[in-house]
């Protein structure tokens, strides 16, 4: 808190309100006392009786003297205007689309694949393959890397210990 200021310019004498009820007792019961004996306010013979007509007199003269200038008597209808058009414009500006919905065919293979292996279908093999028509593909659009004649026979050597357990039938 703010400290109070002691140097306001009043000053009291020293010992001034130890005693101050005594003397004020002792003043008054005083027979010479400086306390009038009267009211002390006298008020003109006949003021009240005319006080109400003269006050209502004064405050009609006020109401006829002054006059009121409207500055913006318009301006309720500025704000009018401004509140319609900015509804046209956000009705206006949402409901007109620029951009067409995405088609199919404006979809990236890379697009369509990432789907598939990010959401689960929960399609079987069996039922992917009634979907799917295998009419038009062949092995190359299945596999990622083509394969060569020398990886299969390097894979086969590799891995199948006797060639007659495959089963091929040669055409010779």
């Known amino acids: 808190m703010k400290a ?14 130890e ?12 027979e010479q006392s400086v306390l009038p004996k009267g009211d002390g306010f006298i008020a003109p013979e ?9 006050i ?7 109401k006829e003297e002054t006059k009121v200038i409207q500055l913006n008597p318009y301006r309720k209808y500025y704000f009018a205007a401004a509140a319609v058009a900015a509804a046209f414009i956000l009705f206006f500006g949402l409901n007109f ?28 093999s069996y039922e992917l393959a009634e979907v799917m028509s295998f009419d038009e ?13 020398d990886h299969i026979i390097d894979y086969l050597d590799d891995n199948i210990d006797y060639l007659e357990e495959l089963n091929l039938e040669t055409d010779e």
């Open 97 to 124: 689309e620029t951009e067409s919905s995405p088609t199919f065919e404006e979809l990236a293979a890379s697009d369509i694949e990432s789907y598939f292996e990010n959401n689960d279908m929960e399609l079987s």
């Open 46 to 54: 006949g003021y009240f009786d005319g006080l109400q007509e003269n």
């Open 19 to 30: 005693n101050l009820t005594g003397k004020l007792l002792s003043k008054i019961t005083e």
């Open 4 to 17: 109070s200021n002691n140097n306001n310019g009043f000053k009291t004498p020293e010992d001034y309100f």
């Open 56 to 62: 209502l007199r004064k405050l009609d003269l006020e």
């Open 137 to 149: 593909l062949d092995i190359s659009d299945i596999l990622d890397n083509q394969l060569n004649d």
